[in-house]
């Protein structure tokens, strides 16, 4: 294997409303695969934190992780984690959440703006999204400031759904916010995730891409975490090996991992 270190920090099972598969199937795939590490990263949506029982569903995740863990315990390393999604719409829930489980990995999300749907769901056909995408960057700096996660989740989600509408949005439009956001990052201490899932949907990139990533390089940044989003088994560890090769051609050395929320440097290759 080219890369012994290949990992996967971004996965969820069907402890999330949208996974499909148990946590023990994603880390069994994981095994067979040859990773050296997954991450279950299952969804917490703080804007509806109580409404749809995040508090239960994200803690039976964590149990899952654990058992699954002393299950595979010296064939692979395990990590609990969560995605925390709109966590300044909703702070006590993100705090509640927080405190609740002993996580390694905090992931911090923006899966929508205050007062917005989910990029996924937003009206492109009748409305006209640049708006909402200068309030996403700042509601990504306000959320960076904040603080308590560990990496900040799929930078340039809303453009994984632009092309599924037909719409045409430059990134480089919007290069001095995403220059805030990275220098933020870098200035708070936290991690970038390099999110696969644009590999095999038809964005087509990484989130963020390379060139985008080459400035986080150019700026300082140091500290990737990367994972597939997989939502069901057969995605686990999807896109990471090409990933690695990316980061590599970009002059990465190391990627992160999370343990007991602290971030450990891995060699990309050796």
């Not at 040859?34 to 934190?49: P, Q, S, V």
């Not at 603080?147 to 290069?175: C, V």
């Not at 088994?233 to 090409?242: H, P, R, Y």
């Amino acid at each position: 294997m080219k890369y012994p270190f290949l990992s996967d920090c971004h996965t969820h099972s069907k402890c999330s409303e949208d996974g499909a598969d148990s946590v023990m199937m994603l880390c069994k795939n994981a095994l067979d695969q040859g990773l050296y590490a997954i991450t279950i990263t299952d969804h917490c949506e703080c804007n509806t934190y109580w409404e749809q029982h995040f508090h239960e569903s994200v803690c039976q995740s964590w149990g899952e992780t654990r058992r699954a863990a002393v299950s595979f315990q010296n064939k692979i390393h395990i990590f609990t984690g969560v995605e925390l999604g709109q966590p300044m719409q909703n702070k006590s829930g993100a705090e509640d959440i927080l405190n609740a489980c002993s996580f390694d990995f905090v992931l911090g999300s923006l899966h929508n703006v205050k007062n917005e749907r989910d990029f996924y769901d937003f009206d492109y056909q009748h409305r006209d999204v640049r708006p909402v995408l200068t309030q996403y960057f700042e509601e990504l700096l306000e959320m960076i400031r904040w603080g308590k996660f560990d990496s900040l989740a799929h930078l340039t989600y809303p453009w994984r759904y632009f092309k599924e509408y037909g719409i045409e949005i430059p990134i480089e439009d919007y290069q001095n916010q995403i220059d805030h956001v990275l220098k933020e990052l870098i200035r708070q201490k936290k991690s970038l995730e390099v999110n696969t899932s644009g590999l095999r949907q038809k964005i087509g990139t990484t989130m963020p891409n390379e060139k985008i990533l080459r400035r986080y390089q150019s700026l300082g940044g140091s500290m990737v975490t990367v994972g597939s989003d997989a939502h069901r088994w057969a995605d686990v560890g999807s896109g990471i090996e090409e990933t690695f090769s990316m980061l590599q051609r970009i002059g990465f050395s190391y990627f992160t991992i999370y343990e007991k929320r602290t971030p450990v440097q891995i060699p990309i290759s050796e």
